[in-house]
C-alpha cells in the first residue's frame, strides 16, 4: 500500500493550495482518508477527514469554513481545498488511510508567509 502527498509549497497570506493524495494497493473506497498537519516543535494534529462509503466529514475548529475535504474514489485520490492560508497553517501535511489498516504518506511542506 502506498499513499503520495503532492500540492505543498509556498504560498503568500490569504492565498490557496489545493493537496492530492493518491493512493495504490488496497481498496480506497473502503478506507476512512484523512488530513494531518504537523508544525515545527508541535505535535501532529487531524485536519479533516473524510468517511469510507458514507462519505462523511469532520474539521478541526481551525480551519472549519476555510479548509474542505475531498474524494474521488474512481481515482483513489483525496483531496485538502485550502483557501485563506494563515501564517498558522504552515506545517508539513500528511495523508492516512484508515480501516483494516493504516497507512501513512511521506507528507508535503506547505508554507504561508509572505
Known amino acids: 500500500a502506498q499513499l503520495v502527498e503532492s500540492g505543498g509549497g509556498l504560498v503568500q497570506p490569504g492565498g490557496s493550495l489545493r493537496l492530492s493524495c493518491a493512493a495504490s494497493?488496497?481498496?480506497?473506497?473502503?478506507?476512512?482518508m484523512s488530513w494531518h498537519r504537523q508544525a515545527p516543535g508541535k505535535e501532529r494534529e487531524l485536519v479533516a477527514l473524510?468517511?469510507?462509503?458514507?462519505?462523511?466529514?469532520n474539521y478541526a475548529d481551525s480551519v472549519k469554513g476555510r479548509f474542505t475535504i475531498s474524494r474521488d474514489n474512481a481515482k483513489n485520490t483525496v483531496y485538502l481545498q485550502m483557501n485563506s492560508l494563515k501564517p498558522e497553517d504552515t506545517a508539513v501535511y500528511y495523508c492516512?488511510?484508515?480501516?483494516?489498516?493504516?497507512?501513512w504518506g511521506q507528507g508535503t511542506q506547505v508554507t504561508v508567509s509572505s
Open positions: 473524510i468517511g469510507g462509503p458514507g462519505g462523511g466529514t
Open positions: 492516512r488511510a484508515s480501516w483494516l489498516a493504516d497507512y
Open positions: 494497493g488496497f481498496t480506497f473506497s473502503r478506507y476512512t
